[in-house]
C-alpha cells in the first residue's frame, strides 16, 4: 500500500460508473445504433459479395457511426470521451440480435469507458458517478535469514529425524519472527488493507498522502496479509545403494505443504517462498557422483554421464574449495553442450578459390588423408577401453560397434578420397579437349 509512482511502479485503480449510470448509458447506446446504422445503410452489409476496399470503407463508416453514438451517450452524463475511446481487455457487450451477423465484425459491440484513465488524466468526469475502487495490491519482496542444518549422514534413524524436527520448529519460528517483524515495522505502513479507495483521492498526491495515513492508521489484519509458512519443511531421505550397501544416496528438499487459498485470501495473501534455494556442504572424499543410467552402453557418450547431484525442478551447481564440496540449486537446469572444435587442415574452402581454373585439385587429397589420421588416433584410444566397466556380453557388443563404427568411417574418408580423385581426373580430361589452353596438339 504505497504511493501512485512510490514503491516499484504506477497503481491503476479499477474505477467503474455506477451500476445504475452505466445502466443508462448502455441503453441509450443500445436504442440509437441500430436506428443510425440502417439510416446510412450499413446495418446488414453484404460483406460476402464485398471486395476487401469496399469491406474496410463499410467497417470505418459503421465504426465512426458508433462512436459519435457513443460519445453522446456519455457526454449527456458530464463524460467527455475522444473519439475511439475504449477500454483495453474488456469483454465486449452482447451483440444486438437485430444487426447481429456471422460475417459481421464485432464493430457494434458497446464498449465500457475507460472511466480510471479518464480520472488518472484529470478529464471531465462527474466523481459522484464513480464507484469506489478496491486498493490495488502490491507484493513486497522480504529476505528472510534462516539457520542452518548440520546432520550426520550416517546417523541412525531415530536421531536423524529428530535433528530434522528440531531444525524445521527453528526454521519456522525464524521465519514467523521476521514477518512479524515486518508487520509492526514498515508494514504499519506498507501492508494492504481491504478496503476502497474514492475517486478524489487520486486527484493529487496530498489527497492521496491523507487516503494513506488513514488506511495506515488501521490494525493490519494479519490473517490476510501475513503468509503462513509453517507448513514449509526441509526433508532428508536417505536410501541405501543397491549395488554398494557402504553407499548412501541422499534426498534434501524443501517442501512447500501449505494448502492452496481460498480465492479472498489469495488477494493478499501469498504463502510461497520465491527465489528459493538449497545448499549442502559436505567434505569432498565423501562425495560420489552420480552415474547415470543408459538404456544400452555407448563409448561415445560414457565420459558425458557424472553428475555431482540431481535437481528436483531445478539445476545443480558444484563448487570445491579447501576440500569441501558444496551442491547448490539453482533457479533452472543447466545442460553443457561439449564444443567440436574443427580441425585447422591447411585447405582453401572458399568458393572463388575452388572454382578458379588454376586450382590445384590435388590439394584436397589432404582432407581424407587428415580424416583417416583421425580415424586411427581413435582406434587407438578406443580400443582398449571400449569394455571398462561393463560385463563381457556389452563389452562384446560395445567392441562390435566400435568396429562398424571404424569401418564406415574409413569408407566415408574413401567415399571423399574418391570425390577428389574424380574433381582431378575431370580437370585432365578438361584439359585435354582440343581448342582448350593446356590441350595437346597432334602433329
Known sequence: MVGPRRGGGELDFDFKLRKSTQQQIDDTIRAQRVPALQAAGVDRPDWKNLDEAKRSKVRAQRAQ???EIRTKAYAAHGIKLL???AEPQVAPAAVDAAIADPNTPEDNAAQPAPIARLIREGRAIPLNLVDPAPVPGKWRRIELDLPVLDFASDADQDSLSTTISG????????VADQLEAWVTGHGV???????TIQPHD???????????????ARPVDRARVVP???????KVERQADFLDPRRLSLRVMLDNQSAELTPRDAQGRCNTVFGAGLSVTLPQAAHRPLRLDRVEPSYRFRDHLDYPAIGLNCGIRAD?????LTLATTIAPRFTQPRIVARQIDLPFQFAVLKDPGFDARRLLELPRAYAKWIDEQEVRLKATVGAGLDRADAEIESARLRKDLAAQRAEARYIERGVELLIASKQAFDTLPGHEGAAVPN
Open 167 to 174: 531444525y524445521n520448529c527453528r526454521l519456522t519460528q525464524a
Open 320 to 324: 570445491r574449495e579447501s576440500g569441501k
Open 202 to 216: 487520486t486527484l493529487d498526491e496530498a489527497r492521496w498522502t491523507a487516503a494513506m495515513a488513514a488506511l495506515a
Open 189 to 195: 505502513s506498507e501492508a494492504w488493507r481491504d478496503a
Open 65 to 67: 457511426i458508433l462512436a
Open 228 to 234: 503462513d509458512l509453517s507448513r514449509v519443511a526441509l
Open 83 to 85: 473519439s475511439g475511446e
